[in-house]
């Protein structure tokens, strides 16, 4: 039996290290509270989704690689990146490199939303970075929409994530983030959008 070690336990799902293969598994667990005729059928779809997902984005950025989509076992298994998580280790780099890391962040989401995929819960904790390289993982809750709204959203969380977990500097992180994410005709409107999002968010309590 292959050894593995936990990585991450969510409220849908287990990821662990297949230490074996030298990969990581995401196996959707079932929910006795569900149905189970229903939560069979939610799992299946939710792994079938979030494969396909991880394949598109993977043509625009660096995710890590699907190996494979097991709908019976609601397993997904993927090439497993050693790097440095950024939720643990950006703040620990000079300021400078912060703001590099982020402008390239910027863009990885600016390349995502060009292709209409929206990543659903962006945070340093699931970006891994490796020779330079930021990987975007766990698109569990990543959908497809063409919607302004759905992007500004999106780059909302992120700016909301940055707020919380790296306070120092995260104004002039997301500025950063902002400035790497204007790569496409549209990215003036989603930002247009981003700022009643936020004034949504402000006047709501």
């Given amino acids: 039996m292959a050894k593995q070690k936990i990585l991450a336990q969510a409220a849908e799902a287990v990821i662990y290290l297949d230490e074996k293969n030298n990969e ?3 196996d959707r667990i079932k929910k006795s509270y569900r149905i189970s005729v229903l939560d069979e059928k939610i799992r299946k779809l939710r792994t079938r989704g979030e494969g396909k997902l991880l394949e598109k984005a993977a043509k625009v950025i660096a995710v890590p690689k699907v190996k494979k989509v097991d709908e019976k076992s609601k397993k997904i298994h993927m090439e ?5 998580k950024l939720s643990q280790g950006l703040d620990d780099f000079s300021l400078d490199v912060q703001k590099k890391i982020c402008r390239n962040i910027g863009e990885s989401v600016g390349k995502l939303h060009s292709h209409d ?3 659903g819960d962006l945070t340093t904790s699931n970006m891994i970075l490796k020779d330079e390289k930021i990987y975007f993982i766990d698109f569990g809750l990543g959908f497809v929409s063409s919607k302004n709204e759905d992007k500004a959203v999106d780059l909302h969380v992120f700016k909301q994530a940055l707020e919380a977990r790296h306070f120092k500097h995260w104004k002039e992180l997301f500025e950063e983030v902002k400035e790497g994410y204007d790569i496409n005709k549209e990215t003036g409107k989603v930002l247009e959008q981003l700022k009643k999002v936020e004034k949504r968010g402000r006047y709501k309590h």
């Fill in 24 to 26: 990581v598994v995401k």
């Fill in 80 to 84: 497993f990146i050693d790097g440095l």
């Fill in 117 to 119: 995929i929206i990543h």
